[in-house]
C-alpha cells in the first residue's frame, strides 16, 4: 500500500489557533492523538476538527479498508479470499487531501463511493483479513512517524500506537448513532440501525484487533454533547496529557 497525504488547497485552513498552535512544537516531539470507537460515534467529525485546530495530519483509517473494499467489490474478489485480499491491500494507492474529505483510490476520487452501505458491510468484513490488518498497520504507522496526527478507528489505541500520547474512546447510545448516520447518508434509521448492529458486532468479536477500549484510553460517551462539547473535551485531554503538569491553562 502506498498512502499519501496532499497538500492541503488552502492553508488558512490549517492554521492552528490561539494556545494550540504551541502544543508539539513545545514538546518538541510528534503526538499521536488516536480515537477509536464504533461506527457513528462522531470520529470523523470531531477527528477532522481536532486535527484542524491543532495542525495536525488528519487521518480516517476505515477510508482505508473502504477503499480495499470498494476495490475487491469492482474486481469480484471473493471477501472471504485473504490471499487476494492482502494483494489488493499492499498494491493499493490511496491519497488523502490533507485537511479535508477527499480520498483518492489509484488516482480516482472514491470519496463518495466508499461511503455507500455495501462498502460499508465489505470493508468491515475486509478488515478481519490479517494480511489487510498488517498492510495498513505498516502504513499508519509509517505515516505517523514521520509527523503529529490524529488518527481514527477502530484498533488505533489498542494496536497502531499503543504508546500514543493521547487516546479517546468514543462512544455514544446505538440509536442515536444510527440517528446520525442516517441524517449523514439520507438512509432510513432503521435500517442503519440494523447494519451498524452487525457491523458492530463483526468488529468487536473478530480475532485480529477487534474494536475494545484501550486500558488508558479516555472514555467519553457523546450521546448528549454537541460536537463542539466532545472537541472542548477532547482538547483538553491533550493539553493535560502534554503539558506535564507545567504548561497550559
Ligand atoms: O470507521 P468506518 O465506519 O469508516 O470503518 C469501516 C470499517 O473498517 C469498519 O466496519 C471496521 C473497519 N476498520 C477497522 O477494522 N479498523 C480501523 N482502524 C478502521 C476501520
Redesign the pocket.
Known amino acids: 500500500m502506498d498512502t499519501s497525504i496532499l497538500p492541503p488547497q488552502s492553508s488558512a485552513l490549517h492554521e492552528p489557533r490561539g494556545i494550540l498552535r504551541s502544543i508539539a512544537a513545545e514538546t518538541q516531539k510528534r503526538l499521536i492523538v488516536a480515537i477509536?470507537g464504533p461506527?457513528g460515534a462522531g470520529?470523523?467529525t470531531i477527528a477532522r476538527a481536532i486535527a484542524q485546530r491543532l495542525g495536525f495530519t488528519y487521518i480516517?483509517?476505515?477510508?482505508?479498508?473502504?477503499a480495499v473494499a470498494l476495490w475487491a467489490l469492482r474486481v469480484g474478489v471473493d471477501l472471504d479470499d485473504l490471499h487476494r485480499l492482502e494483494q489488493l491491500a499492499k498494491e493499493a494507492r490511496i491519497e488523502f487531501a490533507a485537511g479535508e474529505i477527499l480520498v483518492r483510490l489509484n488516482g480516482e476520487d472514491v470519496t463518495a463511493a466508499i461511503r455507500e452501505p455495501r462498502v460499508?458491510e465489505a470493508?468491515?468484513k475486509?478488515?478481519m483479513a490479517p494480511g489487510v490488518?498488517r498492510a495498513?498497520r505498516e502504513e499508519q504507522r509509517r505515516i505517523g512517524a514521520t509527523q503529529s496526527v490524529v488518527m481514527?478507528?477502530?484498533?488505533?489505541g489498542t494496536v497502531?500506537f499503543p504508546d500514543a500520547q493521547v487516546k479517546i474512546y468514543l462512544d455514544a447510545a446505538p440509536e442515536i448513532r444510527a440517528v446520525r448516520r442516517a441524517t449523514e447518508t439520507g438512509a432510513a434509521v432503521a435500517e442503519i440501525a440494523q447494519e451498524i448492529a452487525e457491523?458492530d458486532h463483526?468488529?468487536r468479536t473478530r480475532t485480529e484487533?477487534p474494536?475494545t477500549q484501550a486500558p488508558d484510553a479516555e472514555y467519553l460517551d457523546t450521546t448528549r454533547l454537541s460536537p463542539s462539547e466532545v472537541e472542548e473535551a477532547i482538547l483538553k485531554l491533550v493539553r493535560e496529557r502534554t503539558s506535564n503538569g507545567k504548561g497550559h491553562h
Do not use: F, N, Q
Open positions: 477509536d461506527a470520529k470523523s480516517d483509517t476505515g477510508a482505508m479498508y473502504r460499508s470493508a468491515s475486509v478488515s490488518r495498513m481514527e478507528g477502530r484498533d488505533i497502531v457491523r463483526r468488529d484487533a474494536l
